[in-house]
């Protein structure tokens, strides 16, 4: 039985694990502290997760399975990335309020945790340090994926 799951217990899927590794150092008290301020959901393959255009200011972690996210096409749509347990999505949102630029649907069952930006001000409140810690990991995340997005740029504008 695989341990593909965010927090390593078995889950039978065997996904690979993510290169970007969202919050993995988690000690066991502030990963009980998270799972104190999280929804649990979970969902089945094909579920819309996040749609387009909607504010709903939180974010997912992904604990089992596998998401995607997708973008409107005339016909169908366009695969943007996968995100494979351990992976974050939905930070955009999470962080700056705005509308949500894709659609995020689950290629598989799995589960996700919720972190909304209200139950992350309060996590924040009570225990800053932990916070700080998801705020920096988060932006790590981000900086990771903006050098991808600009390699790729830069490969196409040559």
Do not use: K, N, W
């Not at 970007?20 to 799972?35: K, N, P, R, S, Y």
């Not at 366009?78 to 494979?84: G, K, L």
């Not at 930070?91 to 945790?113: K, N």
């Not at 705020?135 to 196409?156: E, I, P, Y």
């Amino acid at each position: 039985m695989g341990t593909s799951s965010f927090f390593e217990y078995p889950t039978g899927d065997e996904t690979p694990p993510t290169e970007e590794g969202f919050l993995t150092d988690l000690t066991a008290e502030d990963l009980a502290i998270l799972l104190d301020h999280v929804e649990v959901r979970r969902v089945r393959a094909d579920e819309v997760v996040m749609r387009l255009g909607e504010r709903d200011p939180c974010l997912y972690i992904v604990t089992t399975g596998m998401l995607e996210a997708r973008a409107p096409r005339r016909r169908g749509h366009r695969r943007i990335a996968t995100f494979p347990a351990g992976s974050v999505v939905g930070e955009l949102t999470f962080l700056d309020g705005q509308r949500r630029s894709a659609d995020v649907v689950a290629l598989t069952d799995g589960e996700v945790l919720r972190l909304s930006r209200m139950a992350f001000d309060s996590l924040s409140a009570t225990h800053p340090s932990l916070g700080r810690t998801i705020l920096l990991d988060l932006a790590r995340v981000l900086a990771g994926r903006l050098r991808d997005a600009s390699a790729t740029v830069s490969r196409l504008s040559r």
